[in-house]
């Protein structure tokens, strides 16, 4: 457990679900938010089940709401885009008065806000009961191919020191009068960004040297996965089970 | 046996730099030797040209008695670890464990073994309460310290350290000394650190356009004024190697 300087999205827990094996909650994830998205918009009281799962589960990792829904906050751009539907959509419309809205528009929008929202908490709440490297480490669990998850790594690895020497650059670039405002900083920006391009692939010829100085070949070997976890699936999958019921009876219904 | 011998060892890079030109080195088991010279000597190319990384145009390089080529890398890496200058090109992997565990498991290690090795690696350097950090959040001490266990996890014969000093505190430096001091490996220590060069080996080579210039006792290759200045070798301020008494 890195506690000491964990990522902005972690919080610090010994909750079951802080505990429970990373592959455990990255299917759980993903199986919860396949019910989800399958579930007809029209049924709204399943999306309500869903929402409770999601508080129930919350409250179980012991995660503040405030915390929850702060990082929940990444999902608004995406839904602002929903609420324009209602305005734009065609067909029949609704009367509410002042003004008229598609109620086609209106279904759309609320499917996207609503699925978008489930999705985005569910992650949200994968990211803050599960240290990075154990969702590195429970991806490769589940088989997926190593490739992909040592891009995510080396992403996640290099993401600081990349961002680091960004700030440098910005802040030697302030540091000789600079000034940076909208418009005007696009110029230099642009050639700082090209430079950083540059150190970032030395880096990576720098990086790739260091492993075959350690012996790779091409291949990664089986990572040290000896850390004692227990892996039960039945209690975590609970929720899943709920939330595909939901699904299938939403589904059968309308 | 010697730990290391390299003789006429030519490498020239394709735009023409001959960044090393028929260098001669021999580094007996257990010896510490620092190699010393200005920017552009030929340091680095002549660390990357040890572990088969370069491939040299003329000269061999023996490691162990083992003659590097391209059949038995995988064996001549094992034998020489080389810890980098940053250790943030030496520590890619998402914790500290994974990470000292990388060198090993590709020599083929794996379950209780691959565990033990990674636990005495990082014991060796003390810092085995830091197996499951993110190396990006150790500071710049643990940092080094780590990227030494990743190359001691390999159990080399012999340790090549590129700049180890650089970017560390004189505390960090000084328990740097400590620990390399207290290894059995032989070592072959690239600096621009001299003090530091003066505390941890008896031996040093003055590297200078691609050829090793001189090779001797490090305090009598330092006390040469003439000799240090002509490669740009200039000793800190106050600094007299004739007043330190060896240890």
Redesign the interface.
Known sequence: ??G??AHALHYHGHSPLHRAAPQVKLAGLVLFVLAVVMTPPVAVWAFSIYAAILVALVGVASIPPRFFLTRLSIDLPFVLFAFLLPFFGEGPRVDLGFLSLSSAGLLAAWNILVKATLGAGASVLLAATTE??DI??GLRKLKVPIVLTAIA??M???L??IAGEMRRTRIAMKARGYDPSWIAQVGPLATAAGALFIRSYE?GE??H?????????GEF????D?REEIVRWWPAMAPVLIAWATMVMASLIT | MKALAVSGLTFAYPDGTRAVNGVDLDIEIGERVAVLGPNGAGKTSLL?LL?G?LEAQAGSIEIGGLRLGPDNL?EI??RL??V?Q?P???L????V??DV???P???GL???E??AR?TEALEAVGEADLA??????LSGGERRRVSIA??LA?NPEILVLDEPTSNLDPAGRRELVGLLGGLDASQVVVTHDLPFALELCPRAVILDGGRVVADGPTAELMADRELMNSHRLELPYGFDPANIRRR
């Open positions: 457990m890195s000491a300087h990075v490297s590195i480490t790594a080396f996640i690895r290099y600081d020191v880096r720098r990086v040297q260091a492993m075959m100085a350690r012996g790779f070949v070997p089986a990572a040290l000896d | 990357l572990i990384v995988g890496r094992r670890g080389l980098f940053d943030d090109d030496q890619f992997m998402p914790t464990e994974q565990g990388f060198g498991a590709n020599l794996r379950g209780p691959l565990r990674v499951e950090r993110a190396p990006h959040h990743t190359v390999m």
